[in-house]
């Protein structure tokens, strides 16, 4: 009999998502084990703890997951522990803090497709303004758009200082160049608007960031998207289930996208990539880049 297939699930944070774990199981493990509080220093340990019982043919059994709120904090513990493995003692490994990797891929392989079907265009050259851009969602998102070629603005509503220091900070690591602008006024929040191709909603859930009044006349706007789905919108006006639909009454014809198409296109990534972990028989790692390929999969 085959050994059980077993996900190690591995948060800084006290809780493991409960949303992974379903996914973990719905992607085929037979256990999805949660380890909470998990340091940086500790990875190393627990990940030669994980690959070394089970020898090489129950490695490729095993995997582990990494969730958290911090993209950064994910992507050092992704490098350990693949420094960690010892081959041919090699687990995969996925990371997905706050699911902001497949969140971010689903929302930006949808704008990249309906901005094709509207314009026959891409991301190359585009304005894509990010508000909430400062969290795992909005910084990843921001990540993908930029290495698609756009010209990436990551907002904070707290004002320029906090945007400039998360993008410096998201350069730095991913080796783009986004700028950081200020959300903290009504009138900061228009210039914005003003100059976007994309805008990009990805503030906490129920909060309004942007009315109708403000979107409706951009002159530029091509796509606008929102990922929250709990009311208020992020960006009144588009609704949960929009996917290409038009924005109502915009000036320059743009079209919308809502948090349920989002999230469908981001449930299917999620879950190709857990699976992929125990179908394939090669330990790969599976952060963002992975998820966006995947997503691209699944949208039109
Ligand atoms: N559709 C889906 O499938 C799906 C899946 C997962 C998550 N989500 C949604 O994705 C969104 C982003 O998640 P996240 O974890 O990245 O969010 P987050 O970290 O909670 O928030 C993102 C950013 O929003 C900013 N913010 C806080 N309060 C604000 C306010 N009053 N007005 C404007 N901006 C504010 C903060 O930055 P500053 O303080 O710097 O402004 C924060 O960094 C959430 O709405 C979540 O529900 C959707």
Request: hydrophobic share 45%; with cysteine; proline share 5%.
């Amino acid at each position: 009999m085959e050994s059980p297939l077993l996900l190690h699930m591995f948060t800084p944070g006290r809780h493991t998502s409960p949303f992974d774990v379903n996914m973990a199981y719905d992607a085929g493990w037979d256990a999805a084990i949660p380890y909470s509080g998990v340091e940086q220093d500790e990875v190393a340990d627990m990940v030669q703890d994980t690959i070394f019982s089970r020898g090489p043919d129950g490695a490729r059994r095993t995997g582990i997951f990494l969730g958290g709120k911090d993209v950064y904090a994910s992507m050092d513990m992704m490098e350990t522990a693949r420094e960690s493995m010892v081959p041919p003692f090699e687990v995969s490994v996925m990371a997905d803090p706050s699911g902001g990797f497949t969140t971010a891929a689903g929302l930006v392989a949808l704008v990249e497709h309906h901005l094709r079907a509207a314009q026959g265009g891409d991301l190359a050259g585009q304005t894509v303004v990010v508000f909430g851009g400062t969290g795992p969602v909005g910084v990843v998102s921001g990540v993908l758009a930029a290495r698609a070629g756009a010209e990436v603005v990551l907002i904070s509503h707290q004002g320029k200082g906090r945007a400039d220091q998360e993008a410096e900070r998201c350069n730095e690591r991913f080796g783009v160049q986004v700028s950081g602008g200020d959300g903290s006024s009504e009138d900061a929040k228009r210039n914005l608007v003003n100059e976007a191709d994309i805008i990009l909603c990805t503030a906490p859930a129920g909060v309004q960031v942007l009315t109708a009044d403000l979107v409706r006349p951009a002159p530029r706007l091509k796509v606008v998207a929102d990922v929250n789905a709990v009311p208020p919108a992020g960006v009144e006006g588009v609704g949960v289930q929009d996917d290409g639909v038009g924005f109502p009454d915009s000036e320059s014809g743009a079209v919308a996208i809502g948090a349920l198409a989002v999230g469908g296109v981001k449930y299917q990534a999620q879950h190709d990539l857990l699976r992929r972990m125990h179908a394939q028989a090669a330990a790969e790692d599976l952060a963002f880049q992975a998820a966006f390929e995947a997503a691209r999969g699944f949208v039109g």
